[in-house]
């Protein structure tokens, strides 16, 4: 899905919490163009209109904030949703759960090689294009009384 397509889902989505009463479910999130397709905007992550399409689309993934039962299983899914647009995060079952985490976002598992000095490098795959800078993915989770957990996520440089 180009992103052009993901703002007239977004702009539907609103209207149609507008007019009900109740919540009504995300739109999901599908790549939808081949890796190669030179028109995937969201493959330029370095430009914050990218950055805050995609963290509009992080927001989707829970958008009444319903609770969360399982942590892992929910940043799993968060992470197989990343790699539908080329990015990954370091998140395994044996990832520690905290009130705040940070994880490095990498874009197509990142890049390695020799640069034109000769040096062996290897990095993010991103913040090569954004002056230096890398993009992390800030998870906030508060657990409550119950036993289960409000998240909120955001994309940060």
């Known amino acids: 899905m180009k992103f052009k397509n993901l703002r007239n ?14 919540n009504v479910a995300a739109p999901e999130f599908h790549a939808g163009t081949p890796i190669g397709d030179v028109d995937s905007n969201h493959m330029y992550i370095e430009n914050q209109q990218n950055r805050d399409k995609l963290n509009f689309w992080l927001k989707t993934m829970n958008p009444t904030n319903k609770p969360v039962y399982n942590m892992h299983d929910f940043l799993i899914n968060v992470r197989m949703k990343l790699n539908l647009a080329g990015y990954d995060i370091p998140v395994t079952r044996q990832t520690e759960m905290n009130d705040h985490m940070v994880f490095e976002l990498n874009q197509f598992g990142g890049r390695s090689g020799m640069n034109e000095n000769g040096q062996y490098f290897k990095d993010d795959g991103i913040s090569h294009k954004n002056n230096g800078v890398s993009i992390k993915l800030i998870v906030d989770c508060k657990k409550m009384e119950s036993g289960e957990y409000t998240v909120e996520m955001k994309l940060q440089s």
């Open 9 to 22: 889902l977004a702009e539907e989505f609103s209207k149609l919490n507008e007019n009900s009463s109740t």
